[in-house]
């Protein structure tokens, strides 16, 4: 367990973000395609199980940081198991023939695999609450650059692995980085007490300032949450550029990378909020730029990757350095708080699932077929034109809401 005057490791943090986000989102990408390729389990099955799974795993998220605060003096033996349960759980979805009917199988070892996911990265930020105090002064900035420049990282890292290893070798692979990750924060878990400070979620939620924190990442959110899911949809009918959605997305997210850590320098000399204003801005600006492209537009289309990348690269540092900030006031625990800004954040793609692509298919848009004029403007206004209006929002918000100037160890 780690002492109260023991610095945590940096690197640490970098290794289990990047081990982490190489179970998010790439998971999503690779795993149905993988089942109905070697398996041949049916596209429409995969989906519906993906919809309840989301909806499970979004509803577990505040259950989840409940019981990473009440097991705080055991944060340290929980994450061994929950570890051991991820590994288990991708080294059974990729590397073992399935035991039972691919599709049981495969919700099984997904259900696993979000569950430690939710679990581990809930009680990773959790810790980082009390571990930014201390780094010393700017801890909670410091703290973010190597949290979440590592995830970004292991987001595109992640996107590439399994078709240089192979599903099976990259299922290993993971494996043991997760090993390597636990091990370089065996000493980080906790501080030998019970949670007796801060535990349930009222400390949070009476909160003005946590409360409007966690709204203010609900809109900012939601403009990934939208582009995300329209994304493919944007290439394919607006750009009319097939193939090109892998490099797109690995600029994009590439440049998130290399992003945030320049985002918390600055934030660190000029402060947060103007900081998360001006990222604000550049993402508004790019968003609302792709209003006007049209088929071919590649190059222009790879610039405005490069602009909004860099500019999600200051809501994965900046934001939940902000509401770390603001917890280790509130709720020290940490678990609690940032069990319902997981449940915040994966809600906004719920939401965007639920609403957006319903609306497309009643336009008559499908995959692989050529849109009509009609279908291609409400793609590009839905794509390029209400991210726009949700980061406004966001913006209107955080203009009202106290962030701590450079995030100092006393915040």
Known sequence: MTSPSQSPSLPGYAVLAATLAAAGLPIYIHAPKFYVDTYGVGLTSLA???????????????ALGWLSSRLRGRRGIAVLIGGGLLAGSMVGLFAITPPVAPLAWF?????????????????MYAEGVGAAGRIGQGGHLKLAS?????????????????FVLGFAGFALAFAVLVALALWLMRRDWGDGQ????????????????ARRLLLIALLNAAPV???????????ESVLQAPN??????????????LAAPVWTRLAGRFGSRPMLFLAMTLAIVGSGAALWLGPGDIAAFAVLCVATGF????DFALLPAAFAARLARIAPDGGTGFGLWAFVSKATLALAAVTLLPALDATGLRAGETATDDVVRLLTYLYAGLPCVLKLGAMALLTVTPLPGRLRKDT
């Open 48 to 62: 519906g199980v993906l919809f309840v799974l989301r909806l499970f795993d979004v509803v577990q998220d505040p």
């Open 107 to 123: 919700t099984l070892t997904m259900i696993g695999l979000f569950s430690a996911f939710s679990f581990l990265s809930i009680s």
């Open 146 to 162: 190597w949290r979440e420049t590592g995830a970004l990282i292991g987001v595109c890292v992640a996107s590439l692995a399994p």
């Open 194 to 209: 019970a949670d007796t400070v801060g535990s349930g979620f009222g400390p949070v939620l009476r909160d003005g300032v």
């Open 225 to 235: 949450a939208v582009t995300s899911t329209l994304f493919l949809f944007y290439v």
């Open 244 to 257: 090109w959605e892998g490099p797109f997305l690995i600029l994009f997210f590439a440049m998130a990378a």
């Open 311 to 314: 500019a999600l690269g200051a």
